[in-house]
């Protein structure tokens, strides 16, 4: 990359920094975040709740193990967390244009190209990380050769933008389940067709009420949770039923709106593979995959529900649940990809849940 053109990060706040150009040679604006997670760029490039946001990340290295080729299975990606990037840009210190690695199919810089992202590298990306911590999440802009506005990502819809318009059937398994897709990783996808579901996938505002269903599922997704009235207003509705429900990060912050408590936004937010969990009532700790720039204000919560995980650095809600129904919620990944999959588990006791609701289902 000694060619590249010159770039420049700049923040909100007026801070510049001087970079060199890789993949597209484009401006991109976006709210700035950061990532610690040490691995694991082609999930997280396009893992849809990153839509609208530039991405720091701050390993040093980056782009060495290239992208891998695509592999389907059902039409969904074996490998990628949806079918495109949905980062609005990238932030590295080192890239890494030589790649290698038995299934690398291109290089990170040709990959960004191919949808038009910018990043940029030879940034300080851990000085870059200290002003964000200090200061929080910010919006900046990558410019290249035309400057562009600042835009905040969290005045949009980005569930609208990212969620599909039409229903979609997968699987044939005996637990009939509803996933919301709010902008869905393909992970949560795999994980349910592991586990003998037949998977009914949904937009975002579909009127999921009026199926037949086992359980209903909420997915992650970008942006602000307070924009979802359609599917606050469907869970609303689920939640004076009895069957399970299970809801992962903004599907989290969904069920939390939906029953009456808050959100509200982290500083800085929480972007890595290690972030310790301690399960309530337990001196059990977990430590997951995480990606949230919200979180559910457990002090809103009404009486009949409690939080379920604690985030052990910095005390905020990492999951809720309902004190009688079978209602719970994880504000991390347990479907990994990447990052630690230690907490999978939290799928099998959703359908286990099912699996009772349905057996009391049948005596009555
Ligand atoms: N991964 C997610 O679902 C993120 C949820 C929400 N957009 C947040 O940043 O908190």
Not at 45 to 53: M, N, V, Y
Not at 131 to 158: C, F, S, T, Y
Not at 169 to 194: A, M, P, Q
Request: net charge negative; aromatic share 10%; with cysteine.
């Amino acid at each position: 990359m000694e060619n590249a053109k010159s770039v420049k990060l700049v923040l909100e706040d007026g801070t510049e920094i001087q970079g060199k150009s890789f993949g597209a040679f484009t401006s991109a604006a976006g709210e700035v975040v950061f990532s610690t997670a040490m691995t694991g760029y082609p999930e997280n490039l396009t893992d849809p709740s990153f839509a609208g946001q530039i991405l720091v990340l701050t390993y040093p290295m980056v782009g060495n193990y290239g992208v891998p080729g695509e592999d389907l299975y059902e039409s969904i990606s074996k490998i990628f967390e949806s079918d495109k990037i949905h980062i609005a840009g990238l932030v590295v210190n080192y890239y890494s244009e030589e790649h290698s690695h038995w299934h690398a199919a291109k290089s990170l810089g040709d990959w960004l190209s191919e949808y038009n992202i910018p990043g940029i590298f030879d940034v300080d990306t851990r000085l870059l990380t200290k002003k964000l911590r200090e200061k929080g999440a910010m919006l900046g802009k990558i410019v290249a050769a035309e400057d562009v506005e600042l835009h905040d990502p969290n005045q949009d819809n980005l569930v609208a933008q990212v969620s599909p318009s039409e229903v979609k059937h997968y699987g044939s398994g005996k637990n009939k389940i509803v996933l919301v897709d709010c902008g869905t990783k393909t992970n949560i996808i795999r994980c349910f067709l592991e586990r003998d579901v037949e998977l009914i996938r949904v937009p975002w505002d579909y009127d999921f009420t009026q199926l037949d269903y086992d359980g209903l599922f909420l997915s992650n997704g970008p942006g602000d949770p307070k924009m979802c009235e359609a599917t606050i207003g469907h869970l609303q509705t689920a939640l004076q039923q009895d069957k399970p429900i299970f809801g992962i990060c903004l599907g989290s912050q969904l069920m939390g709106l939906a029953a009456g408590g808050d959100t509200f936004k982290l500083k800085y937010g929480h972007r890595s593979h290690n972030q310790p969990v301690l399960l309530t009532g337990t001196k059990r700790s977990y430590i997951t995959s995480q990606n949230h720039g919200f979180a559910v204000d457990t002090d809103t919560l009404p009486a009949e529900w409690e939080m379920l995980f604690e985030n052990l650095n910095d005390g905020t809600c990492e999951g809720i649940k309902h004190k009688t129904k079978p209602f719970f919620s994880t504000q991390f990944h347990p479907e990994a990809a990447g990052g630690p999959q230690d907490t999978e588990f939290m799928f099998d006791d959703f359908l286990k849940a099912v699996e009772e609701y349905k057996a009391t289902v049948a005596t009555n």
